[in-house]
């Protein structure tokens, strides 16, 4: 049982290139987030998926494009890769139900663009 | 909309030191309420959690209780270790299930 895995560990971008996140979880669960840390500011919700075939918006989506491949895989694709979107992207997942609610987090992966 | 908000760091203690990190929330409703920690180069681990009001979380020494007048969660361990270094977010559930972090307090814990 390995949790929520991210690939790549570490990722230098030049602006303009493209890359996707890639994230998977073994837990069964249902709900899955994409979140950025940045210096200061904690982390903030890319995209989410609370189920497999729906994906929603989250505070920060501009510049990002997200697919829940099916209930174990969500990734994360940047299209044209800005400076400002050097950070640290953390994965997560959520079983659904009505008193389970805590989200379990991969180990990141530190993407720095160019 | 729901907010967090922590004390800001870093916070340096020397070991055995008692610890207090406040954080406080805006939301509506009673949301569940959350404290993670980030060991360096790791991801965010769940460390304790409170979901309802008088609620106490506790884990590995830390604890918190969800305090519904004063809307806060602020989280406590009573002799802190070299080990307990680390950054700590307080975070709440929002009604559709979606964690909103404070900023996160680095905690420096000197021998």
């Known amino acids: 049982n390995a949790g929520v895995t991210q690939t790549p560990k570490f990722q230098v971008l030049k602006t303009g290139q493209s890359m996707t996140l890639q994230c998977a979880q073994d837990?069964?669960?249902?709900?899955m987030y994409w979140y950025r840390q940045d210096p200061g500011m904690g982390l903030r919700l890319i995209y989410y998926?609370?189920?497999?075939?729906?994906?929603d918006k989250g505070e920060v989506p501009n510049g990002y494009n997200v697919s829940r491949l099916n209930k174990r895989e969500f990734s994360l694709r940047l299209e044209s890769a800005a400076p400002s979107q050097t950070s640290v992207y953390f994965c997560?997942?959520?079983?659904?139900?009505?008193?389970?609610?805590?989200?379990?987090f991969g180990p990141g992966t530190r993407l720095t663009v160019l | 909309g729901d907010s967090v908000t922590q004390m800001e760091g870093p916070v340096t203690l020397s070991e055995e030191a008692f610890l207090t990190i406040n954080c406080t929330y805006t939301?509506?409703?009673?949301?569940?309420l959350f404290w993670y920690v980030q060991y360096p180069g790791e991801g965010l681990q769940l460390l304790l959690k409170?979901?309802?009001?008088?609620d106490k979380g506790s884990n590995k020494g830390f604890e918190a209780t969800y305090r519904k007048e004063t809307t806060s969660f602020h989280l406590e361990k009573g002799s802190v270790q070299v080990s307990d270094s680390a950054v700590y977010f307080c975070?709440?559930?929002?009604?559709?299930?979606?964690?909103?972090f404070g900023s996160g307090t680095r905690l420096l814990v000197r021998p």
């Open positions: 975070a709440l559930m929002d009604s559709s299930y979606k964690l909103i």
């Open positions: 997560a997942s959520r079983i659904a139900g009505q008193f389970t609610d805590t989200q379990y």
């Open positions: 837990m069964n669960h249902n709900s």
């Open positions: 939301a509506t409703g009673y949301p569940s």
């Open positions: 409170a979901t309802k009001a008088d």
């Open positions: 998926s609370a189920s497999e075939g729906t994906t």
